[in-house]
Nanobody, 114 residues
Framework: QVQLVESGGGLVQAGVSLRLSCVASRNIFSFNYMGWYRHAPGKQRELVAVITRSGGINYADSVNGRFTISRDIAKNTIYLQMNSLKPEDTAVYYC????????WGQGTQVTVSS
């Protein structure tokens, strides 16, 4: 079993920054990848950013240049630095990885007001 616990969400105004954290219950280097998804009301869940075991990174076009995914292997933690937030970034953000099955965190709400 793997537990993923997100934190760092909140209610902010457009243009500011937030940093999300996701702490895993075991060594994140044991996973092929870890990523951040988001789910906004009335929309499909969207992959926001992913970091692979080797350090490869990919972003959704909608966040590329504004968001940065990173990790601290010693702390079993990945981060999502979100800059220049927009109202359309409003969503519940989930941490995800895949081992024997998919693992999801409980989610953290990010609300960006205009």
């Amino acid at each position: 079993q793997v537990q993923l616990v997100e934190s760092g969400g909140g209610l902010v105004q457009a243009g500011v920054s937030l940093r999300l954290s996701c702490v895993a219950s075991r060594n994140i280097f044991s996973f092929n990848y870890m990523g951040w998804y988001r789910h906004a009301p009335g929309k499909q869940r969207e992959l926001v950013a992913v970091i692979t075991r080797s350090g490869g990174i990919n972003y959704a076009d909608s966040v590329n240049g504004r968001f940065t995914i990173s990790r601290d292997i010693a702390k079993n933690t990945i981060y999502l630095q979100m800059n220049s937030l927009k109202p359309e970034d409003t969503a519940v953000y989930y941490c995800h990885t895949k081992g024997s099955r998919d693992y999801w965190g409980q989610g953290t709400q990010v609300t960006v007001s205009s």
